[in-house]
């Protein structure tokens, strides 16, 4: 139908009507995006449906005390490693989660004074999965999510961590591994 529109639009330019024909192109190209935007969340769908949270989870989690100083936990954890939250841990439970979009709100100069355990947000206040959560229904948190992420919490303890990028990574995995399987059936 977008196709279709856009088609109508070209022919009204040919034929002189300059309005009307970019009206129909522009409004059938979005049709045409939208339609391949819907197609491939499907499909995303499709993939991810027997697919669990802990397959998907980056685990093995640095964890930061709460009493760390701002300026330590950006020098000791958010330069040395690629990660855009930190899990907060005291006396081995997870008690919350500092995010460098958090730490990015305190003024510079209040980085040596103000501590983990001021900036970090509740564990209640994230969006939690457990282990065995199919990927196709946590997908939606993951987008809906204001974090970003999705934390996969066992028993009360964040075993991992899904984001955007640990989807990516997983699913660039599952194609490589997917058009292999197709190479070698087509042998």
Known sequence: MGW?????????LLGG?????????FIGWFLVQAARSSYEDLQLR???????????????LLRIPPELSLQDA??????????GAFPVDEQGQTI???TLR????VP?????????????????DQVVVAPDARMDGVLGKLQDGEAGRVLVVQRGEVVGIITPSDLSRWLRRWRTL???ALDSRAR
């Open 4 to 12: 279709l529109l856009v088609a109508a639009g070209v022919a009204f």
């Open 17 to 25: 009507n300059l309005a009307g024909g970019i009206w129909f192109a």
């Open 46 to 60: 499709e993939m991810l449906r027997g697919v669990e949270a802990e397959d998907v989870m980056a685990g093995n």
């Open 74 to 83: 950006v020098d000791d954890y958010f330069m040395r490693y690629d990660h």
């Open 96 to 98: 919350g989660l500092l």
């Open 102 to 105: 958090g730490v990015r709100r």
């Open 108 to 124: 510079r100069e209040q980085w040596p004074i103000r501590r983990v355990r001021d900036l970090m947000v509740p564990l209640g």
């Open 178 to 180: 997917d058009s292999k």
